[in-house]
């Protein structure tokens, strides 16, 4: 029995009940137990289908972390009162079929969260990879400021697997207009968000 003391709860298993902590309340699971080998023989196509989708998703969402922000979908699930890695995959797991393959790129949300997109947003493509961001000026507001930075996001069809975001961005909330640059060595064809 390992039992983590938090002062006015503790975290742990005791039995075949498992005591956890979240949003500073305390919670009770049931234990999960080893499957036995013809159990695990005998899962059906559907379920071994939401694993291999859970697993992937789930992988999206660390690299997202690592190469993208730790910030942005913990901001997000805390104010819904979630866990982040739990908002992550109720957002984009529709985006996967039973093998685990990206299907629906363009239902993949890359981020989630209050901060508003500015009005007349309008993309523009200016040769070499290179593509121009204008928007109309907006008024600062709770939940923009004029030096909010031009982020984008990306998924290559090269690899629809792994996150990325564009290289060589600029633009700023205020100055109306950004541009950013795809990375030519991962394909001709690419997901924006």
Partial sequence: MKVIDFG???SGKIGGVVYYEMNGKLYARSAPRQRTREELE????????????????????????KHVSPDIWRLAAKEQGKMAHNLFHS??????DGAGKMVSP???????????????????????ERYRVTWEEE???ATAAGTDRLQAGV????????????????GRRR?????FRLDAERGPKAHVY
């Avoid at 957002?91 to 996967?96: A, E, I, M, S």
């Avoid at 998924?155 to 600029?170: C, F, G, K, P, R």
């Avoid at 100055?175 to 541009?179: F, L, N, P, T, W």
């Fill in 8 to 10: 006015k709860g503790f």
């Fill in 42 to 65: 005998n899962v059906s196509e559907t379920v071994k289908g939401i694993n291999r989708r859970f697993k992937v998703i789930q992988q999206l969402y660390s690299l997202y972390r």
């Fill in 91 to 96: 957002v984009n797991c529709g985006c996967l």
């Fill in 106 to 128: 363009e239902l993949f949300r890359f981020s989630e969260g209050v901060l508003l997109l500015p009005r007349g947003l309008a993309v523009e493509a200016l040769g070499g």
């Fill in 139 to 141: 008024r600062e507001m």
């Fill in 155 to 170: 998924l290559y069809d090269s690899n629809l697997l792994a996150l990325h975001t564009a290289v060589e961005t600029s």
């Fill in 175 to 179: 100055d109306g207009q950004g541009e």
